[in-house]
């Protein structure tokens, strides 16, 4: 039985089908989420991370395998995300050097009286750190929910929302660079935010597409009826002149699979992941997949993003396109939080087609999934949301640089080449001086001696001299251009009222 429910009475465009037949409840915690990108991970030290409100630490063995544990040590509950990776393999907690393997066993209690007390101790299940099914797919790092054995059951019979054509062994597949940040905004609202074209021209105006010339009608066509586990999907028409279709599929707990088809064949998707990480926060984990047509031609991705580069430099640009609407979404959370009175609907105003899909998305979320996120006891949900003034907002350090190993090592590079530029410009600014001093010196000795006339030291130096001076600026220069860039892996501010 299919029927249709209408958010606002003056808006019947906005009817989404919904599936009435009995199904559970979301569960939230029986699911998979991406939490890290492997490859930019440093393995000599375990990062602390979070999930659903849980503070876990990841950490990698000898043996190449990455686990997730609670990011506390059992003996005192100190942070094991403090702690360290030792060169046997395993997890040491920094505070009293109990040791762990990657199944969370504790294997060494140093403060025991001796060796037969210490594996007496660890062989109780209390000394165990508490795991959670984790695995490796498509270059993510997946983590189950739930720990335990029964979880270690359950989660084999789901799998991670991963990207089928990525399965494919195929040349017509061109992977993209992954992208990570934490975002400070929710993860309701980065959902409903990429359920939402209609912002893009408009939001990244100059980026992609026109506030002015791109902000038109289209529908939104309901193609995949909305169901618990498996959410829902929109055809958006008209799409633009080169686009035979464009699919927006938004798939529980972490994807949106935006998936537009060139008439000529050629596919370009985005992979967008969310994971709620705490109140007022999501980690975006991202990615563009190029599909070649039928000819071999690779679609056009997505602005400068589609072009060839660097993974660090690809990461660096993003801010352009994240901070473009990342003061909206920080600030729209906190102004529904508090007028949200009942339903979502009651707040907001979606009088047009466009905004199918984010009602379609609270439809799902308040009646699929319990209305809000089922944060981990111990998380204080009734504390305000996060407010960051605005230049907390654009910090790019500790929500991606920090963490990214990638960037990490090309910010050490550039901070080198700063140095480099600087000292060569200080070396010609020297050469310069010298030349100049020895022309001089030359000519005072010549003039002395009579052999050329004393006005001919007003002559202009050497071309030596201005060659190096030259240098010197042009070191000097690149110095600066290096100094300003590093700092877009720490901040980019970003001001709508100056994107012209």
Same mark, same amino acid.
Not at 227 to 233: L, R, V, W
Not at 267 to 295: D, F, S
């Given at each position: 039985?299919?029927?249709?429910i209408n958010?606002q009475g003056?808006?019947?465009?906005?009817? +989404?089908?919904l599936?009435?037949?009995?199904?559970?409840v979301?569960?939230?915690?029986k699911?998979?989420?991406?939490?890290?990108?492997?490859d930019?991970l440093?393995p000599?030290?375990p990062h602390?991370i979070?999930l659903l409100?849980?503070d876990?630490v990841?950490?990698?063995d000898?043996l190449?395998?990455w686990?997730?544990?609670?990011?506390?040590?059992p003996h005192?509950?100190?942070?094991?995300s403090?702690?360290?990776v030792?060169?046997?393999?395993?997890?040491l907690?920094a505070?009293h050097a109990?040791?762990?393997?990657?199944q969370g066993n504790?294997?060494?209690i140093?403060?025991s009286?001796?060796?037969q007390?210490?594996?007496?101790?660890?062989?109780?299940s209390?000394s165990s750190?508490?795991?959670?099914?984790?695995?490796?797919?498509?270059g993510?790092? &997946?983590?189950w929910?739930?720990?335990?054995s029964?979880?270690?059951?359950?989660?084999?019979l789901?799998?991670?929302?991963i990207?089928?054509?990525?399965?494919?062994?195929s040349?017509?597949?061109?992977?993209l660079?992954w992208?990570i940040r934490?975002?400070?905004?929710?993860?309701?609202?980065?959902m409903?935010?990429?359920a939402d074209?209609?912002?893009? *021209?408009?939001?990244?105006?100059?980026l992609?597409?026109?506030?002015?010339k791109?902000a038109?009608?289209y529908d939104?066509?309901?193609?995949?009826q909305?169901s618990t586990?498996?959410?829902?999907?929109?055809?958006?028409?008209?799409?633009?002149?080169t686009?035979s279709q %464009?699919?927006h599929?938004?798939q529980p707990?972490?994807q949106m699979?935006?998936?537009?088809?060139?008439k000529d064949g050629?596919k370009?998707?985005?992979?967008?992941y969310?994971?709620p990480t705490?109140?007022?926060?999501?980690r975006? +984990?991202?990615c563009?997949?190029l599909?070649?047509?039928?000819?071999?031609k690779?679609?056009k991705?997505?602005?400068?993003f589609?072009l060839p580069?660097?993974?660090?430099?690809?990461?660096v640009?993003s801010?352009l396109f994240?901070h473009?609407d990342?003061v909206?979404?920080?600030?729209q959370?906190k102004i529904?939080?508090k007028?949200?009175k009942?339903?979502?609907v009651n707040?907001?105003y979606?009088p047009?087609p466009?905004?199918?899909m984010?009602i379609?998305f609270?439809?799902?979320?308040?009646?699929?999934?319990?209305g809000s996120?089922?944060?981990?006891s111990?998380?204080?949900?009734d504390? *305000?949301?996060p407010?960051?003034?605005?230049q907390?907002l654009?910090?790019v &350090?500790?929500?991606?640089?920090?963490?990214c190993?990638?960037?990490?090592? %090309?910010?050490?590079?550039?901070?080198?080449l700063?140095?480099? %530029?600087?000292?060569?410009?200080i070396?010609?600014?020297?050469?310069a001086v010298i030349l100049d001093a020895?022309a001089?010196?030359v000519?005072a000795?010549?003039?002395?001696?009579n052999?050329?006339p004393?006005s001919l030291?007003?002559?202009? *130096?050497h071309?030596?001299?201005w060659?190096a001076?030259g240098?010197?600026?042009?070191f000097?220069l690149l110095?600066?251009l290096?100094?300003?860039?590093s700092?877009?892996?720490?901040v980019y501010?970003?001001?709508? %009222?100056?994107?012209?």
């Amino acid at each position: 039985m299919t029927t249709k429910i209408n958010f606002q009475g003056d808006m019947d465009n906005a009817s +989404i089908p919904l599936n009435q037949n009995k199904e559970e409840v979301f569960q939230w915690t029986k699911q998979w989420y991406p939490v890290a990108v492997v490859d930019f991970l440093d393995p000599s030290r375990p990062h602390a991370i979070q999930l659903l409100g849980k503070d876990l630490v990841l950490w990698r063995d000898s043996l190449s395998k990455w686990s997730i544990f609670e990011d506390c040590c059992p003996h005192r509950l100190a942070p094991l995300s403090e702690g360290r990776v030792e060169s046997d393999g395993t997890l040491l907690c920094a505070y009293h050097a109990w040791r762990f393997d990657s199944q969370g066993n504790c294997v060494s209690i140093p403060q025991s009286k001796d060796q037969q007390t210490s594996s007496k101790h660890c062989s109780n299940s209390k000394s165990s750190a508490i795991s959670y099914p984790t695995q490796e797919r498509q270059g993510l790092l &997946w983590v189950w929910a739930e720990s335990g054995s029964e979880a270690q059951l359950e989660s084999q019979l789901r799998t991670p929302r991963i990207i089928p054509e990525l399965e494919e062994n195929s040349n017509r597949v061109v992977h993209l660079f992954w992208n990570i940040r934490d975002l400070p905004y929710g993860w309701d609202f980065f959902m409903e935010n990429v359920a939402d074209p209609a912002h893009v *021209p408009v939001s990244h105006h100059g980026l992609v597409g026109n506030r002015y010339k791109d902000a038109n009608y289209y529908d939104m066509l309901c193609i995949k009826q909305m169901s618990t586990q498996e959410g829902f999907s929109f055809e958006i028409t008209p799409t633009a002149p080169t686009i035979s279709q %464009a699919i927006h599929d938004f798939q529980p707990p972490c994807q949106m699979r935006i998936v537009s088809t060139s008439k000529d064949g050629g596919k370009l998707i985005l992979a967008l992941y969310a994971t709620p990480t705490r109140p007022g926060w999501c980690r975006h +984990i991202g990615c563009q997949v190029l599909v070649k047509n039928e000819m071999g031609k690779t679609p056009k991705g997505l602005g400068v993003f589609g072009l060839p580069m660097p993974t660090w430099l690809g990461h660096v640009l993003s801010s352009l396109f994240l901070h473009q609407d990342l003061v909206f979404l920080h600030y729209q959370q906190k102004i529904l939080a508090k007028r949200q009175k009942g339903q979502w609907v009651n707040a907001v105003y979606t009088p047009n087609p466009q905004d199918k899909m984010v009602i379609a998305f609270r439809q799902w979320l308040e009646k699929k999934a319990g209305g809000s996120i089922p944060w981990a006891s111990g998380c204080n949900t009734d504390l *305000p949301l996060p407010e960051l003034d605005k230049q907390k907002l654009f910090d790019v &350090w500790t929500t991606h640089t920090q963490y990214c190993q990638v960037c990490k090592d %090309a910010l050490k590079n550039i901070k080198r080449l700063r140095v480099l %530029a600087y000292g060569l410009s200080i070396l010609c600014l020297c050469v310069a001086v010298i030349l100049d001093a020895r022309a001089i010196a030359v000519k005072a000795a010549l003039a002395s001696a009579n052999q050329i006339p004393a006005s001919l030291l007003t002559v202009f *130096p050497h071309i030596g001299f201005w060659w190096a001076l030259g240098g010197a600026a042009l070191f000097l220069l690149l110095g600066y251009l290096l100094d300003k860039f590093s700092r877009l892996f720490y901040v980019y501010e970003f001001e709508h %009222a100056h994107n012209d």
